[in-house]
């Protein structure tokens, strides 16, 4: 099997160049060629010698994810849709704001965990994605949001693994994209700038907070272990104590002095104000002192078959009112992309899904008693195949 250049960071590709007797400053020129310039082909590599342009071709590739389709939604969110194979696909979506451009990526097709508000954890488990696959996600998004926007800059400030998938799940393939996502030679992103999304595989947050300790953002979804036990199936493995112990040993290496906790509000279930309370009591006494964090509301963004609904507007404004009242800044994050099902937890991957999207549109409308907020929904997505 010819190796696909996209799987390495920049130690892997020095590796593979010594094998082919090339020294470490070789690798470097190549990193440069496909991260920063985003080539394909070898024969554009004007500066490497022309005997290795040669023999390139005949010992690995450059090989990007095809791509499925590409929807943009009328307040300028992208959402991509890319082929991994056996009839399995994988989103990544572009969210553009004033003072930054952030690429949201998936680590895997499916999810093993599980949730109960997640339409990826229904659609159960097909596979991890490799680090090329992981990669090439924000390779093909940097390329062509250069090119689509005219812009020599970089567009992508920032990474969040917020994708489908328990990136945590898939550690040996993650390392090395985030190593290459943080590379001066690659993308060049600060440690702050990347955020790993874990529902809380403990023993993995440890290794990331030795290996490569990026921003962390922890999926709560519930402030006691019965009710988490049941949104977040894997909360019966590393419970509510277990996983806030890791978060304190995590903060000493990451690169803000808190974490963010992520909380999905579910009308009647997790939104109710004496949650609110025992939110509050738990990561301010948690190991004595507290766990410093900031908190995000996710409104949920409902899918067919949830059961659940999102709770009421008030309701997560109250919520989020005795949050911050209790001293624990709290935000409530805003949806985007909602006409292109491009917001959190709908990122469903089934190729089937896409060509669906107005249908959902009109079922979720029905489902929801009372939007959030409704993004300016502009024209039916857009649907295509190429850039
Ligand atoms: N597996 C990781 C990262 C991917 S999920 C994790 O769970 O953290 C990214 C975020 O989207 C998580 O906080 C997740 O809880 C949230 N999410 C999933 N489904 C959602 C939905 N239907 N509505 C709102 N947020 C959702
Ligand atoms: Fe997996 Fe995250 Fe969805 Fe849970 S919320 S099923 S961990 S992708």
Same mark, same amino acid.
């Given at each position: 099997m010819t190796v696909n250049l996209l799987d390495f960071d920049l130690e892997g590709l020095t590796a593979f160049c010594e094998q082919l007797g090339e020294k470490r400053f070789r690798a470097v020129q190549l990193f440069r060629w496909i991260h920063?310039?985003?080539?394909? $082909? #070898?024969?554009?590599?004007?500066?490497?010698a022309k005997s290795l342009r040669e023999k390139l071709p005949s010992v690995c590739t450059i090989t990007p994810l095809p791509v499925l389709s590409r929807q943009d939604s009328a307040d300028g969110t992208i959402k991509w849709l890319f082929d991994v194979g056996d009839g399995n696909a994988v989103e990544t979506v572009f969210i553009p704001e004033d003072d930054r451009g952030t690429l949201c990526v998936s680590?895997?097709?499916?999810?093993?965990?599980?949730? $109960? #508000?997640?339409s990826t954890g229904h659609q159960g488990f097909s596979r991890n994605l490799s680090t090329g696959e992981i990669l090439a996600q924000l390779w093909y998004a940097e390329h062509f949001l250069r090119r689509h926007l005219n812009s020599p800059e970089r567009v992508i400030t920032n990474v969040v693994m917020m994708g489908m998938g328990e990136p945590l799940q898939n550690y040996g393939a993650l390392l090395p994209a985030l190593r290459t996502m943080l590379d001066d030679h690659a993308y060049g992103l600060s440690r702050r700038r990347l955020t790993v999304s874990t529902s809380g595989v403990v023993p993995f947050m440890d290794r990331l907070a030795q290996d490569c300790p990026v921003a962390l953002a922890v999926?709560?979804?519930?402030?006691n272990d019965a009710l988490r036990d049941s949104l977040v199936p894997l909360n019966r493995k590393y419970p509510i104590a277990e996983l806030l112990d890791a978060c304190l040993r995590y903060l000493p290496a990451a690169p803000r002095d808190f974490i963010t906790f992520e909380y999905c509000m579910l009308d009647g279930v997790n939104d109710q104000p004496e949650h609110a309370q025992q939110l509050l009591d738990l990561v301010r006494r948690h190991g004595g002192r507290g766990v410093p964090c900031k908190i995000n509301l996710i409104p949920f963004n409902p899918f067919p078959d949830s059961g659940l609904r999102c709770s009421p507007r008030a309701a997560v404004l109250r919520f989020g009112q005795m949050l911050n009242e209790g001293g624990v800044v709290t935000t409530v994050r805003k949806t985007r992309g909602d006409d292109i099902d491009a917001a959190c937890g709908q990122l469903a991957g089934d190729v089937l899904d896409r060509t669906n999207a107005a249908k959902r549109l009109a079922q979720r409308r029905q489902i929801?008693?009372?939007?959030v907020r409704v993004v300016g929904r502009g024209p039916a997505p857009v649907k295509e195949g190429q850039a």
């Open positions: 920063q310039k985003g080539a394909s $082909r #070898f024969d554009e590599m004007t500066d490497l680590s895997q097709a499916g999810c093993a965990v599980g949730c $109960r #508000f997640c999926s709560l979804h519930a402030p929801i008693e009372q939007p």
